[in-house]
């Protein structure tokens, strides 16, 4: 069980590392290109989730910035 407790603890360590190193990651509905093509198909629209950048903020460091900074 304590083998477990230390495995759990490591995983939480390693995300909150990845979080404060990478803060952002790939929009996952656009997949990182920050927009679509339109229903046409003959142009291009921004990602409304990304805002357009491709990026998104971690969930974890969404948590940071509210209760830890």
Do not use: D, E, H, I
């Amino acid at each position: 069980m304590s083998t477990l407790v230390l495995v759990v603890l490591g995983g939480l360590v390693l995300y909150a590392l990845a979080c404060w190193w990478w803060p952002y990651t790939s929009c996952g509905k656009c997949r990182g290109m920050g927009r679509f093509r339109s229903p046409s198909g003959r142009s291009w629209r921004p990602c409304g989730r990304c805002g357009g950048n491709g990026q998104r903020l971690r969930f974890g460091r969404w948590l940071w910035n509210v209760f830890g900074g």
